[in-house]
């Protein structure tokens, strides 16, 4: 019933830049928190951000500073901006969302992904 679609990636140099989105469609009540995700085959899925409700953002150490999560509650969408990217960013970028449904019931999806390429 709920879908989450990521777009933007692709292929940077290092310390260009990308912009990501995430945009949720179906039937649903509101969105919760949401993340970024990312994962290089063969390591483990990492947190990259976080953004409640009401747009409190947390980071990885790794990304603080040069990445910046937002979202637009009415366009019911996510968006990493991400800087000055390294190699390390290389990987696969996953959407999250805790959506609440039906009868408040809170529901945790994932999107498919969307593969962010960065060369030295």
């Known amino acids: 019933q709920v879908q989450l679609v990521e777009s933007g990636g692709g292929w940077v140099q290092a310390g260009g830049s990308l912009r990501l989105s995430c945009a949720a469609s179906g039937n649903f009540v509101s969105m919760n928190k949401m993340a970024w995700y990312r994962q290089t085959p063969g390591k483990q899925r990492e947190l990259v951000a976080t953004?409640?409700?009401?747009?409190?953002?947390m980071y990885a150490d790794s990304v603080k500073g040069r990445f910046t999560i937002d979202r637009d509650n009415a366009k019911n969408t996510m968006y990493l901006q991400m800087n000055r990217l390294k190699p390390g960013d290389t990987a696969v970028y996953y959407c999250y969302a805790e959506i609440v449904g039906h009868l408040r019931r809170t529901y945790q999806y994932w999107g498919r992904g969307t593969q962010v390429t960065v060369s030295s």
């Open positions: 953004i409640t409700s009401n747009g409190t953002s």
